[in-house]
């Protein structure tokens, strides 16, 4: 207890401490199931949406066609979105030369595993500092989300719906136990929370949303004056008339633009901590971002180097779990399950675990129907262990917004940092505890 009140009391002088508070808010064992449920129902979604397998994708070169390629420099890229990614002017002649030769494959599985990869590169550059990779990786998967919008318009706006639902309600539980651990030191049960979080399901849901209906709106206003334009004389006097009107509109648009790139992670924590609609959390989201930019900023990269050291040392955990585990299961297996391959049936069953790929890469081997079984088994144990690290990345990142929130609403509101929404569920009334505003806590 008294190293619990040294700690808040230093906390209290210098509010970024508080960040470090993230990792035992993420780890809670309700929040972790409460991802996990929301990730896999997500991943069902995308696997059942990609029998439609409609990405092009480069398959084999023949030994001509590799030849040339290493003589002229040139480059094949395995998927449209990695050509995407790395040269956007060639994906229309990509899509041309290989749609149809090599098959395709799932937009889910190809956006996923993408935006994974990319995601441990992003997390292993913060800890190691090197922020040139860092921004690489999270500008790589920027464009991989404006490929899809792109390329396979109507399946990423299904899906995107769909998953915000859930990431609606999954994240909106999250930040709300964040929010009372956080500022009232206490633990919410998860159905308290998803009760919350339901009960707030269209704020949570539109809160992102409306600043990308705004920007919708005034550039399809913008878009229609440029149709008019196309009129024959009379087209291009309108458009200078209206230029002003034009200028407005994109600084409308580059202020919605910044302030939901900047705002997105605030808005659950204005919901959770206020009890506010969509708009009152995007209005509070833009506030604070446009008035304490700079803390934000600071904020944000001290809980994105935290979290990617909690990231990879959950992982870590992960990985020695899996590797220790398969390592003395494989010193009781001595026999072969492919006679033809005299492999090791465990390697068979069981694709031996990499840091960043717990699943395993795998050996193309024939297996006979009980060791198909259980390879099967065995993936789907180690795809759950996967998932938890994952869910842990997802918990982290909304408790961490959740708690940048309140320390920003402290600097600019002069708001104390327990003050939170609380609902008294047994009388039915609502009231709001820690009203007491607080003076401005130095820094």
Known sequence: MTEQKNVAECCSGFLFL?????????????????????????????????????????????????????????VTWPTEL??????????????????????????????????????????????????GNFVISVTECVAACIWALK???????????????????????????AALQFSKDERPGIIQCLRFALKKFISFFLAPLAPVILIAIFGLGIFLLGLITNIPWAGELIMALFIIVVLVAGLLMTF????????????????????????????????YVYAKPWRLAFYTLLAAVYGSISYLFVRFFAFVLLGISRWFMSLGIWTSGNKAQQLNKLVAIWPKPEFFNLLGSGLEVSKNATESIAAFVVHLAVLVVAGLVIA????????????????????????????????????????????????????
Request: proline content about 1%.
């Open 392 to 443: 842990f990345a997802v918990s982290f990142y909304f408790s961490a917004s959740t708690i940048i929130y309140c320390l920003l609403r402290n600097k600019v509101d002069n708001t104390a940092l327990d003050n939170v929404f609380i609902e008294a569920e047994q009388t039915g009334q609502t009231v709001q505890l820690g009203q007491t505003q607080s003076s401005e806590l130095p820094e």
């Open 256 to 287: 919605a633009i910044i302030g939901l790139g900047a705002g997105i992670n605030l808005m659950f924590g204005a919901i959770a901590y206020e009890n506010s609609d969509a708009f009152d959390a995007v209005s509070r989201s833009f506030s």
């Open 82 to 131: 990695h050509c995407f990614v790395s040269d956007s002017q060639r994906v229309d002649d990509f899509i041309k030369r290989y749609k149809g030769t090599a098959g395709g494959q799932g937009v889910f599985k190809v956006w996923s595993n993408f935006c994974l990869t990319r995601f441990n590169q992003a997390a292993a550059s913060v800890v190691v500092l090197n922020f």
């Open 18 to 74: 508080n960040i470090f508070k993230t990792f035992r808010i993420a780890i809670q064992p309700g929040r972790f199931l409460t991802v996990f449920l929301a990730l896999a129902v997500i991943f069902v979604v995308g696997w059942l949406m990609d029998f439609s397998k409609t990405v092009v994708v480069s398959g084999k070169l023949t030994p001509r066609e590799l030849r040339s390629s290493t003589l002229t420099g040139s």
């Open 151 to 177: 390329y396979h318009t109507v399946y990423s706006i299904i899906f995107l719906l769909i998953a915000l639902a859930f990431v609606s309600a999954a994240g909106g539980a999250i930040c709300r136990g």
